[in-house]
């Protein structure tokens, strides 16, 4: 036996990491001991194509940086690094006097049901809870300083390079020719998008990021979603452009059967950095997000791939495919997912309009996930843009003197020139507005055609009751909208529709989705 398999024996014990026998996680690169307050993590000694973790130093060294790199997001998680001793009469110790033989990041433990990727097996995620996670992550984001010196093209082609090298190696698992088909393709869209890859450098968009972003690295600690185990191992693949950090979790989400979150958590960071919280607007780098998805699903099915060959290392299993039908299929349905995530998706344009209390922003933000690519339409808001503009959060309120007509210009122009980014960028868009006026909705009728986008838009009805009384009943809500407002607006001359549909509104949320998805065409 090893003294790596001593020291895993040793943690396994009853009463060692604390009181009872300790939870074993096992992944490609580390053994995770759960107990029931704390948890011990030792690095695997392994050498792949993406780390070393070989020897002792280098070992000690990643469990130095692991902790550097996640105290920031997760400071109450994070203790420290505890080195595991060979006692004088032989024994393994925890902190002991004797020489280290192996070193251990030390945290405190929570339940595996607290990770969303156990969440997201139970069932659709709370859209309150996604839109917690998106400002962790845009406040990580945030946080970080741009890196004015990268070569994202350069980086992105290593990227393709080497997921394509480490699945071609598994020739076993993963076939042939559909990894060289990915390869080329992805070479292609990095090709292509070498001028917008160049330009997220300008923008500062390539920060120290998280690195590893998917379902199982973020848990739900104290109520609160928690970023923890970023990739601590390559300063170099961890440095990268926010958007291909944020798609690890989108391209996760989609893959689990969770598009309405992966939607939810897009438009609420892209709200964040677009008018809140950060230095730049990442609409423009949608255009990237194709690619960036695909490169995430790559990374899943390679590291799929390399687990695999871990195991049939430790068991010393020449049939690397015996016993691992569920990671087998993991890998492949990853190289699939990787493909299909290079098809572009058409974009179009869909404005939902009505008096306030209508259901706007509620019909548009269930629309949303059903409308363009994986990921859904980016959902514009006047309310949110508008609270976007004065540099305050969402349900903080505005007084009367910002809802004159000069102001009301100001946030149709912003909406505007952001779904005219955003269809430009192949993505497409749901504006959400009053719209009352016949020059407002003729203004995007113009954007879509000057954009060659297809467009349709939505006029929502209910009676006054109704709006009322939905306007009266609001929580927490981005709307300043009063009972005043809905009798003000009552008066308005709407003018002529055009070729806006009208729906009616006054019955339940599901009952106007579904007359609004009759009414675009949509399953």
């Given at each position: 036996m090893s003294s790596y398999d001593d020291v895993v024996a040793f943690l396994s014990s009853p009463g060692i990491v604390d009181s009872g026998v300790p939870h074993l996680h096992t992944t490609h690169i580390a053994h995770v001991f759960v107990g029931q307050t704390r948890a011990l993590k030792i690095k695997r000694p392994v050498k792949l194509a993406f780390l070393d973790f070989s020897t002792l130093e280098k070992r000690h060294a990643a469990c130095l940086s692991e902790i550097a790199v996640n105290r920031t997001n997760a400071p109450e998680i994070y203790i420290g690094v505890v080195a595991i001793t060979r006692e004088a009469d032989g024994r393994l110790a925890i902190g002991g006097g004797g020489v280290p033989v192996e070193w251990a990041v030390e945290m405190r433990a929570f339940r595996d049901d607290d990770l969303l990727a156990e969440r997201a097996r139970q069932g659709p995620l709370d859209p309150a809870l996604m839109r917690q996670t998106a400002d962790a992550i845009a406040a990580m984001h945030a946080r970080a300083k741009p890196e004015p010196a990268a070569d994202t093209v350069a980086k992105m082609l290593a990227i393709v390079a080497e997921v394509g090298g480490v699945c071609g190696a598994h020739s076993e698992v993963l076939e042939g020719d559909a990894v060289a088909q990915w390869m080329a393709r992805a070479r292609c869209a990095v090709d292509d998008a070498a001028p917008l890859l160049r330009a997220r450098v300008a923008a500062g968009a390539i920060r120290r990021c998280h690195g590893d972003l998917h379902l199982a690295n973020i848990v739900i600690w104290q109520g609160r979603p928690t970023l923890f185990d970023a990739l601590e191992f390559s300063e170099e693949m961890a440095t990268v452009d926010t958007l291909y950090d944020l798609a690890f979790l989108m391209m996760d989400l989609v893959h689990h059967g969770q598009r309405a979150a992966a939607n939810t958590i897009l438009n609420h960071y892209l709200w964040r950095t677009g008018g809140r919280g950060g230095e730049t607007d990442d609409i423009d780098g949608l255009r990237l997000m194709p690619l960036y998805l695909s490169c995430r699903a790559g990374i899943r099915a390679m590291v799929a791939a390399t687990r695999l060959g871990v195991q049939r290392s430790a068991a010393g299993v020449n049939d690397v495919t015996a016993g691992s039908d569920g990671i087998i299929a993991q890998a492949r349905g990853y190289l699939r997912a990787a493909l299909d995530l290079l098809e572009p998706t058409p974009p179009r344009l869909i404005a939902v309009g009505g008096l306030s209390g209508s259901g706007k922003s509620t019909l548009a933000a269930a629309l949303a996930p059903l409308v363009g690519g994986p990921l859904g339409a980016l959902h514009l808001r006047s309310d949110l843009e508008r609270k976007a503009m004065m540099g305050i959060d969402e349900t903080d309120r505005l007084p009367p003197e910002h809802y004159t007509p000069e102001s009301a210009a100001c946030v149709y122009q912003r909406v505007l020139m952001r779904a005219q980014a955003a269809v430009t960028a192949g993505q497409s868009v749901i504006v959400d507005a009053v719209f009352a006026t016949q020059q407002e909705r003729r203004r995007l009728t113009s954007l879509a055609a000057a954009a060659n986008v297809p467009f349709?838009?939505?006029?929502?009805?209910?009676?006054?009751?109704?709006?009322?009384?939905?306007?009266?009943?609001?929580?927490?809500?981005?709307?300043?909208?009063?009972?005043?407002?809905?009798?003000?607006?009552?008066?308005?001359?709407?003018?002529?529709?055009?070729?806006?549909?009208?729906?009616?509104?006054?019955?339940?949320?599901?009952?106007?989705?579904?007359?609004?998805?009759?009414?675009?065409?949509?399953?």
């Open positions: 349709s838009g939505l006029w929502l009805e209910a009676d006054a009751d109704t709006l009322r009384r939905r306007v009266d009943e609001r929580r927490d809500d981005a709307s300043d909208a009063t009972r005043a407002v809905v009798d003000r607006q009552l008066g308005y001359d709407i003018g002529p529709l055009d070729e806006w549909q009208r729906v009616k509104a006054g019955g339940t949320p599901g009952d106007t989705l579904q007359a609004a998805c009759r009414a675009l065409g949509l399953p």
